[in-house]
């Protein structure tokens, strides 16, 4: 199994997506949806589950909009998609890490965002780890300092392999007039 955040689900089911940022180099991942195409076919070879938590889903259906309904539609005819849900199992989990946070005397955990937000993002990692994954494909930094606390990797969008024919760069030949040209 794996667990998709927002910016991963993102990326899978809306054609028209930005790219977003490699928080490594600043710059605009190339190739970001043919990255999660691939690991996406990766996994259904391997018939492993996607889980999207569903903190992350209601983050994603936020920026939907209207096209919400259309999106989870899409979404349940997907056999490799599975919800999970902010359950029982996940509230003791989440109750854990914060209660250990309070107790080294930083409810944020070293995080400079908001507290609602350190708490919705607890909320992925406790279901990650009730679903007992070990890796998260994330592109929100924040959420790495928690997942790794947790025993769980982060993976961003610009360390997921690309497919070879995504590798297949295209030859920049200058032009003979052009003062950077050898060719004369």
């Not at 028209?16 to 190739?31: F, L, Q, S």
């Not at 989440?94 to 944020?108: F, I, P, S, V, W």
């Not at 007992?132 to 592109?139: D, M």
């Not at 790495?144 to 610009?158: D, H």
Request: hydrophobic letters at 40%.
């Amino acid at each position: 199994m794996a667990v998709f955040d927002a910016s991963f689900l993102i990326l899978l089911l809306h054609p028209d997506a930005k790219a977003p940022i490699d928080p490594e180099t600043g710059t605009t991942v190339e190739h970001a949806r043919d990255r999660i195409e691939h690991l996406v076919a990766t996994l259904e070879k391997k018939k492993e589950k996607i889980i999207i938590p569903s903190p992350a889903l209601a983050e994603f259906l936020v920026k939907a909009d209207r096209a919400g309904a259309t999106y989870l539609g899409t979404m349940e005819g997907k056999r490799f998609l599975r919800i999970s849900s902010f359950d029982k199992r996940a509230a003791v989990e989440l109750a854990t890490m914060t209660r250990e946070a309070l107790a080294q005397g930083d409810k944020r955990s070293g995080s400079d965002e908001p507290y609602q937000k350190v708490k919705f993002d607890r909320q992925i990692i406790a279901i990650a780890k009730v679903e007992c994954e070990n890796t998260l494909y994330s592109n929100d930094v924040t959420l790495k300092t928690f997942a790794e606390r947790a025993g769980i990797r982060l993976v961003t969008i610009a360390k997921l392999d690309l497919p070879e024919e995504s590798r297949q760069g295209v030859l920049d030949f200058p032009h003979p007039s052009s003062p950077k040209s050898k060719i004369q």
